[in-house]
């Protein structure tokens, strides 16, 4: 019998809280969240993370990361030292595996001034203990984590600001011991993993055009140029937004600029690299659209709350709560 995938586990921070919402429900409109943690009084929460079980939840502040239960009760927590006191420029990022096994942590740690490189450690997610530290050739201020939704994989993409962004993947080897790849380039943002697992989509850092890769070796598929769009380069830009509709679809996101800035969303048939027409998403922006890979995708809800659509959402009766 084939394992009954895990649930997709989307988070949100509101009011000092980490709202968690499973997105895999079948509820078009407005969604609820299924789990509301509480971070330490002190903390400001960066990123987080939750699992399907909605049992615990990691996140992680500038200078640490925390992993709590429901009830609020800390399991684990580990500091980076030293202690930053640099306010801007570094967002430390945090991923749980697919299994739930371990916590992939980010560290930014040459933009917080800590005197040495940046870190991707792997934590067990039990009890916190650093099961690897790999050290990076990056100076990043953020890095965006994507678990691959088949074999387990974890890919890390790191923006460096003007200097490019980096695309990493690690994965566990058949002894326990995580292993790490650099993909050869860096020049392009990693936007989403396809939700069949078999490639992934990636943006050049100038907005030029899109990429799509054969998964794992990042062999390209195919790519589209912003003229391939029917538009001028010189005006029109590829956002880095978007992702995989379906396992078949994808959305890239062109904006530009006339008497004020605009936006839209196409779709690419992704098995023959052909267009298929825009999508109204009805977001807000570039970056408001989030596709789950099922046919359907998150806006921001007025009242803070996501909401899931898709192309039929407009006959949902709370479509628009």
Same mark, same amino acid.
């Given at each position: 019998?084939?394992?009954?995938?895990?649930?997709?586990?989307? /988070?949100?921070?509101?009011? #000092?809280?980490?709202?968690?919402? =499973?997105? @895999?429900?079948?509820?078009?409109?407005?969604?609820?969240?299924?789990?509301? +943690?509480?971070?330490?009084?002190?903390?400001e929460v960066v990123e987080s993370a939750v699992g399907p079980d909605l049992e615990r939840a990691v996140y992680t502040t500038l200078n640490g990361v925390v992993c709590l239960t429901a009830a609020g009760e800390q399991v684990w927590a580990s500091s980076f030292e030293p202690h930053s006191d640099r306010r801007h420029g570094h967002r430390p990022g945090c991923a749980l595996s697919r299994d739930g096994r371990t916590v992939w942590v980010y560290r930014p740690d040459a933009m917080a001034d800590r005197g040495g490189a940046d870190q991707w450690v792997v934590h067990d997610a039990d009890s916190g203990a650093v099961l690897a530290r790999h050290e990076l050739e990056t100076v990043g201020h953020g890095g965006g984590h994507h678990v691959h939704p088949e074999d387990g994989s974890v890919y890390l993409d790191i923006g460096e600001g003007q200097d490019g962004s980096v695309i990493?993947? #690690? $994965?566990?080897?058949?002894?326990? /011991?995580?292993? +790490?790849? $650099?993909?050869?380039?860096?020049?392009?943002?990693?936007?989403?993993?396809?939700?069949?697992?078999?490639?992934f989509m990636t943006v050049d850092h100038g907005q030029a055009d899109v990429a799509f890769h054969r998964h794992p070796? &990042?062999?390209?598929? +195919? $790519?589209?140029? =912003?003229?391939?769009? &029917?538009? @001028?380069?010189?005006?029109? +830009?590829?956002?880095?937004?978007g992702g995989y509709l379906?396992?078949?679809?994808?959305?890239? /996101?062109? #904006? #530009?600029?006339?008497?004020?800035?605009?936006?839209r969303h196409h779709l690419v048939d992704v098995r023959t690299g052909t267009l298929g027409g825009e999508i109204a998403a009805e977001g807000t922006g570039p970056y408001d659209m989030v596709p789950l890979g099922d046919g359907s995708w998150l806006t921001a809800g007025p009242d803070g709350h996501p909401v899931r659509r898709s192309r039929a959402s407009r006959d949902a009766p709370d479509a628009e709560a």
């Open positions: 019998m084939t394992p009954a995938r895990p649930s997709k586990v989307v /988070t949100r921070h509101r009011d #000092g809280l980490i709202h968690a919402y =499973v997105t @895999d429900s079948g509820v078009l409109g407005g969604l609820q969240p299924a789990a509301v +943690f509480r971070p330490r009084p002190e903390d990493l993947r #690690g $994965t566990v080897g058949p002894d326990g /011991t995580p292993e +790490f790849v $650099t993909y050869p380039w860096d020049d392009r943002c990693l936007i989403d993993l396809a939700p069949d697992g078999r490639q070796s &990042g062999d390209v598929l +195919f $790519t589209l140029s =912003v003229e391939d769009f &029917g538009h @001028d380069p010189e005006e029109i +830009f590829v956002e880095w937004s379906t396992p078949d679809l994808a959305v890239v /996101t062109l #904006g #530009g600029e006339d008497e004020e800035e605009w936006f």
